[in-house]
């Protein structure tokens, strides 16, 4: 098993563009999550799904979307890029059931936007 | 306020010791309690979870929870520098995860 990828693994973006982090788990977990991780805030909840074609808001939404069509791939869309979404942003799985909350997490794509 | 509020350290202890990491919480609600371990420049992984309060005891890892205070800590014992790394605590209400800040150790050989 792969687990958990992320692409791509760095990214520049300038204000303004719009681009997808790819995620995509081979663990057949319901649930999905972006958090982004910046210094002095650690790790806030952007998006999550809880199965394919199921998603929420986390605790810092605003910005981005997300979409579930399949159980592997949950992708997370920068609309219009702005140097306060500079960070790292890391996507995790888990199941629903059972040892629900052992989140898998990614290696994460370090973001900047000049 | 935040949800969960976690002391930044950084904390530096020599090889052996015993460490003690804390956060607190401010919603009763919450029903879950995890430590995740993150090595520089990777993705968190899971170190323990519990849901109830009192000790839970994995190797040298020990998970405390006391509910009536909203205060949860993570001991280790015989601290060794492959433990140098962030330490969060995470908290979960229904599919909601907040995490603290993180704490930041050093193990010094």
């Known amino acids: 098993n792969a687990g958990v990828t992320q692409t791509p693994k760095f990214q520049v973006l300038k204000t303004g563009q719009s681009m997808t982090l790819q995620c995509a788990q081979d663990?057949?977990?319901?649930?999905m999550s972006w958090y982004r991780q910046d210094p002095g805030m650690g790790l806030r909840l952007i998006h999550y799904?809880?199965?394919?074609?199921?998603?929420d808001q986390g605790e810092v939404p605003n910005g981005y979307n997300v979409s579930r069509s399949t159980t592997e791939d949950f992708p997370l869309r920068l609309l219009s890029a702005a140097p306060s979404q500079t960070s790292v942003y890391f996507c995790?799985?888990?199941?629903?059931?059972?040892?629900?909350?052992?989140?898998?997490f990614g290696p994460g794509t370090r973001l900047t936007v000049t | 306020q935040k949800e969960v509020e976690q002391d930044p350290g950084p904390l530096s202890v020599p090889e052996g010791a015993i460490v003690s990491l804390n956060c607190t919480y401010s919603?009763?609600?919450?029903?879950?309690f995890m430590w995740y371990r993150q090595y520089s420049r990777k993705g968190p992984e899971l170190l323990m979870y519990?849901?109830?309060?009192g000790n839970k005891e994995d190797g040298r890892f020990t998970a405390q929870v006391d509910k009536s205070s909203k205060y949860i800590s993570l001991f280790i014992r015989d601290s060794q520098p492959s433990d140098s790394a962030t330490y969060l605590c995470?908290?979960?209400?229904?599919?909601?995860?907040?995490f603290g800040t993180g704490t930041s150790l050093t193990v010094i050989p």
């Open positions: 995790a799985s888990s199941r629903t059931s059972g040892g629900a909350y052992e989140q898998y």
């Open positions: 663990m057949n977990h319901e649930y």
């Open positions: 799904s809880v199965g394919a074609g199921i998603t």
């Open positions: 919603n009763s609600a919450f029903q879950y």
């Open positions: 519990t849901y109830s309060s």
């Open positions: 995470a908290i979960v209400t229904g599919n909601q995860f907040y």
